[in-house]
């Protein structure tokens, strides 16, 4: 599981310095970073829930050559969803 799933500062600088790239790469045509916006602005101090912190490092990492000044540590490859997603088991039956 990943640590550090807040939104602290270093996060809420990448997600502007995201919104201000014309257009950015990624990020699901615009509708995960127009969210992350909103949450920056109205929920500065809320978790990031793992779907988000995958979109983030995904369009980080597909924006990286343009965002050298945001930051905080890029992505050096592309993120992996199953890092992200909670492990959850398929059929969770009573053991005895």
Not at 34 to 51: C, G, I, S
Request: positive net charge; hydrophobic residues 45%.
């Amino acid at each position: 599981m990943l640590q550090g799933l807040m939104m602290n500062r270093i996060r809420r600088a990448q997600i502007r310095a995201l919104a201000a790239l014309d257009p950015p790469v990624s990020l699901s045509g615009g509708v995960a970073l127009a969210n992350l916006v909103w949450r920056v602005e109205h929920e500065p101090a809320a978790p990031l829930k793992w779907w988000e912190q995958y979109e983030l490092d995904t369009a980080l990492w597909a924006n990286r050559e343009r965002l050298v000044g945001a930051g905080g540590e890029l992505p050096s490859s592309r993120p992996k969803r199953e890092n992200y997603k909670p492990i959850t088991f398929g059929s969770q039956t009573r053991l005895f």
